[in-house]
């Protein structure tokens, strides 16, 4: 996946905390529902073919297996490129130098180096050409030479110039990920209660930044009859799926510690609306730190760190 952290996300990813109890839900949610045979085979297959598409996404060219750098800009002129007089250096099969990004408030522009920009330099997927670049984390400007790619992404109010190499190490020697088999037990219908109004919650990451995200409500579950409460966070401004940030008992032994990830839709009645949702931690997910020390993860709030072993879904990487 590639989710905005991000979007961000992906990142400031942007693995973060926000603190305060939940209101309570109306009633208790109620256990895993019982499904039919055809049922439950069809929910194994769903499960299957979306964990073989999570492993392709993060294993394509442009996945978080190809991150091999993250370079904070300061302000005046970073140069960047292979050679070791740049000062960003770029460890990878790439010109020695590429070209120029100089930072001036919160206006960044790319310049030609001595000589001109390589051949095959692309910005935006067009010839490279000096100007003013994007570092909107929904949409940045894009430098590509080849199987090379940087971004450059605001993060708090700090940028960082984020490098990937579709021939890094950790790409090439992927094998695939490792999952707990898919159990029921572990997709189970929860209660919605929205708050009101919505919270915006001052989210920490792995590298001490701070996000600010909406958090509309709690959802209320149980698993073997205790009742537990996790709060989301909306990174689409569209609002069509909740992202929840938690950490559970099984992060000490076979699960990323940090935290692990789960995207869901929306309850039936909509966000403002008391309501159900499905959790299923079957899909569960590491966040992209688990591959990579060059990503920007959130943390899980005090009230999503669970104390229950959740033996579902992707387990630790290494």
């Not at 250096?89 to 990004?101: K, N, S, T």
Request: proline share 9%; glycine share 8%; hydrophobic share 40%.
């Amino acid at each position: 996946m590639t989710k905005p952290f991000a979007g961000l996300i992906a990142m400031a990813f942007a693995a973060t905390c926000w603190l305060g109890p939940a209101p309570a839900a109306a009633q208790a949610a109620p256990a895993v529902a019982p499904v039919s045979a055809a049922d439950d085979a069809a929910w194994r297959r769903d499960l299957s073919a979306w964990r073989a598409q999570r492993e392709h996404e993060l294993a394509a060219p442009d996945g978080w297996l190809t991150l091999i750098g993250l370079e904070w800009l300061k302000p005046g002129v970073n140069s960047f490129g292979s050679a070791a007089d740049n000062r960003i250096q770029i460890h990878a099969q790439a010109p020695e130098h590429m070209g120029l990004l100089t930072l001036s408030g919160t206006t960044l522009q790319l310049l030609a180096p001595n000589g001109g920009f390589p051949p095959d330099l692309k910005i935006d997927g067009q010839a490279a050409r000096e100007g003013q670049l994007s570092a909107d984390n929904a949409k940045p400007s894009t430098i590509a030479w080849h199987g090379l790619t940087l971004l450059v992404l605001l993060r708090g109010d700090r940028y960082a110039l984020r490098i990937k190499d579709a021939d890094s190490p950790t790409r090439t020697g992927f094998q695939g990920l490792h999952w707990y088999a898919p159990d029921a037990r572990f997709r189970v219908t929860a209660e919605w209660t929205p708050f009101n109004p919505p919270r915006t919650e001052h989210i920490p990451t792995v590298l001490g930044t701070t996000l600010d995200m909406p958090s509309p409500g709690v959802a209320e579950f149980k698993i073997d009859g205790v009742t537990y409460h996790l709060a989301p966070v909306v990174e689409d401004p569209s609002g069509k799926e909740l992202f929840f940030i938690l950490r559970d008992q099984t992060s000490a032994t076979t699960t990323y510690p940090a935290a692990r990830f789960l995207h869901t839709g929306v309850p039936d009645h909509g966000l403002a609306e008391p309501g159900v949702l499905t959790l299923d931690f079957n899909r569960l997910e590491s966040p992209p730190c688990a591959y990579t020390s060059y990503a920007t993860c959130p943390l899980p709030p005090e009230l999503n760190r669970l104390k229950v072993a959740l033996e579902a879904g992707e387990q630790r990487y290494h």
